[in-house]
Structures are given as structure tokens and as C-alpha cells.
């Protein structure tokens, strides 16, 4: 069975790094590739950048230069990092895997998302 | 980066009717591989998204048949034919034939 899982710290400040994690199961990294997406409150949907089964990434270019994303495979989890953080940056934010892992079929199964708010 | 624009913004239903959302995209959406990679998914309240179709008319596993979708290049409309309670909520859809995925603003589905 299919599992993700963000957690998080709930509230940072601006200017802060943030830190998700995406904890998976019933699948292997290695073999699937997982994107980050936000949602701001009352908003729509953000795709914010992809790590491919063999490790590599790639960012949306509107946060490319704040944004990292990593993982640890023998946790199965998946990481993301954003700098300089603002009060826009307010949202929830999801982990999502991809259908077969072969295909452009993205967005086939998600975690429950967190929220972070960003405020001093 | 691909804009998606549906329409229309939120829609009011009476259960048992039908309902289509339509979404239009800046730029054909076929793949190389001769494939059109527009989804639908949906956002009920306090929820995750859930897909419910991909490649323009796949239905995921589960979901019911009531859900079509149908459109080619640049042009697509999800129908969902006799309401339920549960089926309302925000309709998205996105692309991820060009990068950066995106999606469209979405659709509020609401009951009348």
C-alpha cells in the first residue's frame, strides 16, 4: 500500500530555512519519483520541484534559487529545504509520487500534507 | 511555463445532475511519444488532492465510471455525470507534458 507522509515544524519565522520531510511506504524511492507541491491557504496548487528515482532533481524555476530537495533511501524519505523564507511562503504542503515510474502520469498518490505558516 | 485556465471558477449542482468543467491550455499538451498527459484531480474539503484521471480520460483505480474525460491539444472537459454528496469539492486540472508541471486554478463544486 502506497504511503506519504510530510512532517514538519508548524510555525518559522521569516527569513529561516524550512525543513519537510516526506516519510514513504509500500514503495522504493529508487524506482519512483516524488514532487513537492504547495498550496496557500485558500489558493491553488504549486508545483514546487521533482527527485527522480535515480537521485537527480529539478525546481520550478520561480524558487529555484531557494529550494533544495534530497533524500535518504534507506529511510525512505524524501526532504525539502527552502531559504529565506516570507509570510507568502504560507501554505500546506504536499508530497506526491508518480503513477508507474516510466511515464508522465504524475501526481498519482499523495501524502496528507502539512502546514507551515511563516511568521515572526 | 504552460498556463491551464478552467472554467468555470465554481459551479452549483443539484444532486443527480450532470456537470462538466472545462480546461483550456496555453500550449498542445501531446508528448512526444504521441500522448496527451492532462489529469483531473480532486480536492474535497479539508482534504488532499486525489487524482481521478489521467491522460485525458483514465479513470484511476476506484474512481466511478460517472467521471469521463474527454479533449485533445489544448482543449478538455471532465463530466461527471449524476452527482453525489461526495463529490464535491475543488476540481483541478494539470499537466506535466511540459516542464514545470502545472495546474489550473480550479473549480469549486457546490451543492444548489
Redesign the interface.
Known amino acids: 500500500q502506497v504511503q506519504l507522509k510530510e512532517s514538519g515544524p508548524g510555525l518559522v519565522k521569516p527569513s529561516e530555512t524550512l525543513s519537510l520531510t516526506c516519510t514513504v511506504s509500500g514503495f522504493s524511492l529508487t524506482s519512483y519519483h516524488v514532487?513537492w507541491?504547495r498550496q496557500p491557504p485558500g489558493k491553488?496548487?504549486?508545483?514546487m520541484g521533482v527527485i527522480w528515482g535515480d537521485g537527480s532533481t529539478?525546481y520550478?524555476?520561480a524558487l529555484k534559487s531557494r529550494l533544495s530537495i534530497s533524500r535518504d533511501t534507506s529511510k525512505s524519505q524524501v526532504f525539502l529545504k527552502m531559504s529565506s523564507l516570507k509570510t507568502e511562503d504560507t501554505a500546506t504542503y504536499?508530497c506526491?509520487r508518480d503513477?508507474d515510474g516510466y511515464?508522465?502520469?504524475?501526481?498519482?498518490y499523495?501524502?496528507?500534507?502539512t502546514l507551515v505558516t511563516v511568521s515572526s | 511555463d504552460v498556463v491551464m485556465t478552467q472554467t468555470p471558477p465554481s459551479l452549483s449542482v443539484a444532486i443527480g445532475q450532470s456537470v462538466s468543467i472545462s480546461c483550456k491550455s496555453s500550449q498542445s499538451l501531446v508528448?512526444s511519444d504521441g500522448?496527451t498527459?492532462l489529469?483531473w484531480?480532486l480536492q474535497s474539503s479539508g482534504r488532499?488532492?486525489?487524482?481521478l484521471i489521467?491522460?485525458v480520460s483514465n479513470l484511476?483505480s476506484g474512481v466511478p465510471d460517472r467521471f469521463s474525460g474527454t479533449g485533445s491539444q489544448k482543449d478538455f472537459t471532465l463530466k461527471i455525470s449524476r452527482v453525489e454528496a461526495k463529490d464535491l469539492g475543488v476540481y483541478?486540472c494539470?499537466q506535466?507534458?511540459h516542464?514545470?508541471?502545472?495546474?489550473?486554478?480550479?473549480t469549486k463544486l457546490e451543492l444548489k
Open positions: 514532487s507541491v491553488g496548487l504549486e508545483w529539478a520550478n524555476s504536499y506526491a503513477h511515464t508522465l502520469n504524475w501526481f498519482a499523495w501524502g496528507q500534507g | 508528448y500522448k498527459y489529469h484531480l488532499s488532492p486525489k487524482r489521467y491522460q484511476d483541478y494539470a506535466t507534458t516542464f514545470p508541471p502545472t495546474f489550473g486554478g480550479g
